[in-house]
């Protein structure tokens, strides 16, 4: 399937964030058969032989060498800190509502979806504009990938499009998890299920399994890290506003004589850029000191060439493109 929509839910402490992560590296870094389609899963049981599979091995369906999807152009987008990630926005709903072209093509984890789209807020712009996203994610071939303790709690349209719904629960220590898998559309299974109305669910799960040895995953996220809400990031610009220390965004025509002003004021800003790189941050400061639309600055990267290194949490590096 080109597109997935999946959800991982369970109180807290459940396993969701590290069975999701678990989920969105497998996919990218799994052994693919691009002839049959098939994809060797890293984290079978034990006693799979296919678990042996590398990329380069022939499929031992038909002898194809195998593949991954990250070597096929794949992405992963996150709005938590996973060391995967090839880009990671902490707004992520802000992020998703310009329908960047770079999404395209792409694994996205969100973590903590109530913070993003919550349910008590259907009619708020980002929301609807998140939803619109979720919706269109074939056209795209995006897999979203999200947490939440309870999927009543996010914007209904998005638990309609859920194509599967995993209910977690943690071992003790964390090391394995239980996923009881229910098919909402029965597109897995063809059990002719629809989507559930409440939640746990009242009907047996489809399908369980187990995410085992889940300490390899520790590593990859922290565990700690708080996922804000939506309306935080609205609040600290409206702030920085009030206090004078953003300026507002307005507008230009592309054949204005202004748009052709910040245009040059946007060449001059990335020229200054030498191979030792700099702070995305610092680039963000720089637009908004010369009033130039911050919302552009991730597609003038994209457009440019240039390449931005996720070096941890708040924290991003952007260097030049490299010579021809």
Not at 71 to 86: A, E, P
Not at 251 to 280: K, R, W
Request: hydrophobic share 35%; proline share 6%; charged share 25%.
């Amino acid at each position: 399937m080109d597109s997935t929509v999946a959800g991982f839910f369970g109180r807290r402490g459940a396993g969701k964030t590290l069975s999701m992560t678990a989920y969105g590296w497998s996919f990218l870094h799994s052994p693919l058969c691009v002839n049959c389609k098939e994809l060797y899963r890293t984290f079978k049981h034990r006693l799979d032989d296919k678990r042996t599979l590398n990329v380069g091995s022939p499929c031992p369906i038909c002898g194809t060498t195998l593949v991954n999807n990250k070597l096929l152009g794949w992405k992963c987008f996150s709005n938590y800190n996973v060391t995967f990630s090839s880009s990671y926005h902490e707004n992520i709903a802000e992020f998703i509502s310009s329908f960047p072209d770079e999404l395209s093509q792409s694994v996205l984890l969100v973590d903590e979806t109530p913070a993003v789209a919550n349910s008590r807020r259907t009619m708020s712009s980002l929301n609807l504009m998140f939803s619109l996203f979720v919706e269109q994610l074939r056209k795209r071939r995006v897999h979203l990938f999200y947490t939440a303790q309870n999927p009543m709690r996010i914007d209904r349209s998005i638990f309609w499009q859920t194509d599967v719904a995993f209910d977690c629960k943690s071992s003790p220590g964390a090391r394995s998890v239980k996923l009881d898998l229910y098919d909402q559309w029965g597109g897995w299974l063809d059990n002719q299920s629809t989507v559930m109305s409440g939640w746990p669910p009242e009907r047996p799960p489809d399908r369980t399994m187990y995410l085992t040895r889940a300490d390899r995953f520790w590593d990859f996220y922290d565990t700690e890290e708080i996922v804000m809400p939506t309306e935080y990031y609205k609040r600290q610009k409206d702030v920085a506003k009030e206090q004078g220390l953003v300026a507002s965004e307005t507008y230009l025509d592309p054949e204005s004589p202004e748009a052709a002003a910040a245009q040059s004021e946007m060449n001059g800003i990335f020229d200054e850029i030498t191979s030792v790189g700099v702070d995305y941050d610092l680039l963000v400061r720089r637009f908004h000191r010369r009033k130039l639309p911050v919302a552009d600055l991730q597609k003038e990267l994209t457009s440019r060439g240039f390449n931005v290194e996720v070096l941890g949490k708040n924290k991003q590096k952007v260097y030049p493109p490299e010579p021809d």
